[in-house]
């Protein structure tokens, strides 16, 4: 491993952690606001966050000899593209953390939305990419960990094999993440980190904003209620952790990647734990995390040929 990839992973490790603990302070949110309202929130003050950084890094860096503004328009499209898709995806999150009993952990959501990990190679396939066999493997096994995940004590309980909202929503905002990760690797090597993760969290802020005045009703005082939770969000999980994936994907694989960026699941496991006291996953969704996390592992053993 070189010195740059060693220092790519350890930024996506740190992305990481930061979005790990990032799904106690989302989950506590929907107590006060609704999930456009948050994410929307959230967004835009991540976006503003970054706006000084650019300048202040422009003057850090202009000596640097592979520091690459990019043109505007690949700013702007590349911003925008990530921007909408991450749209989908953070708000099927949300959507998904606020419909989970309040008892349920939230490593639960962070284990399930971890599947992008095995869904990144698969879509490269999809692609025409050629991928090793072990991928597939590695999809079957997070199959059967999803399924004692989300659906084994309602079968056991006699609810049959129905799929709990909750779980169909964190299960295509695992796909969208996917489809994130790809819209990253195409578009990171084009323009400035920096620039790229500001655009898009404005365009996913605005938008969120937009659907937050047409189907909620947000309230300045329960706003101001959970700041905290949403000070987090937008500038450590937006600002922060968002734009060291940008900045840092373009010097791994995006296969390598998904698999840094997925220990957000183990993350907030010890998170939930930890800062809410009272949360708890059965012996089946423990076992089914554990499914999970090892397709995640296996998936990134193999592997992925262009």
């Avoid at 599947?115 to 090793?132: D, K």
């Avoid at 493997?137 to 399924?147: D, N, R, S, T």
């Avoid at 309980?157 to 996917?178: E, I, P, R, T, Y």
Wanted: aromatic share 8%; charged share 10%; hydrophobic share 50%.
């Amino acid at each position: 491993m070189t010195k740059a990839s060693l220092k790519s992973s350890l930024l996506l490790l740190l992305a990481a952690v930061v979005w790990g603990v990032s799904f106690v302070p989302q989950k506590a949110g929907m107590a006060y606001v609704e999930p456009f309202t948050y994410n929307g929130i959230r967004c835009v003050l991540g976006g503003l966050v970054l706006l000084p950084v650019i300048p202040m890094l422009d003057r850090l860096r202009k000596n640097s000899g592979d520091f690459r503004k990019g043109s505007r328009r690949d700013i702007l499209l590349g911003g925008s593209v990530c921007g909408l898709v991450l749209f989908v995806a953070s708000n099927l999150q949300q959507f998904g953390i606020a419909l989970q009993d309040p008892e349920t952990n939230v490593g639960k959501a962070g284990f399930i939305t971890a599947c992008y990990t095995v869904l990144v190679p698969i879509l490269y396939r999809l692609m025409g990419r050629r991928s090793a066999g072990r991928i597939w493997l590695a999809a079957g096994i997070a199959l059967v960990g999803f399924f004692l995940l989300s659906l084994m004590d309602g079968l056991l309980a006699g609810l049959g094999l129905a799929l709990g909202l909750s779980d169909l929503l964190l299960l295509l905002c695992a796909l969208m993440f996917s489809v994130h990760i790809l819209c990253i690797d195409r578009y990171s090597p084009l323009a400035d980190g920096v620039r790229l993760s500001c655009v898009q969290f404005l365009v996913c802020g605005v938008l969120g904003v937009l659907c937050m005045a047409i189907f909620e009703h947000p309230n300045l005082s329960a706003i101001l209620s959970c700041w905290p939770a949403i000070t987090y969000s937008g500038v450590m999980s937006c600002g922060v952790a968002y734009t060291l994936q940008v900045v840092a994907q373009k010097g791994v694989h995006p296969a390598v990647a998904s698999l840094l960026l997925s220990l957000e699941s183990v993350f907030s496991v010890l998170a939930g734990y930890v800062l809410t006291p009272g949360s708890s996953l059965s012996g089946w969704e423990l076992l089914g995390c554990g499914l999970v996390f090892a397709a995640v592992v296996l998936v990134q053993l193999a592997p992925t040929k262009d």
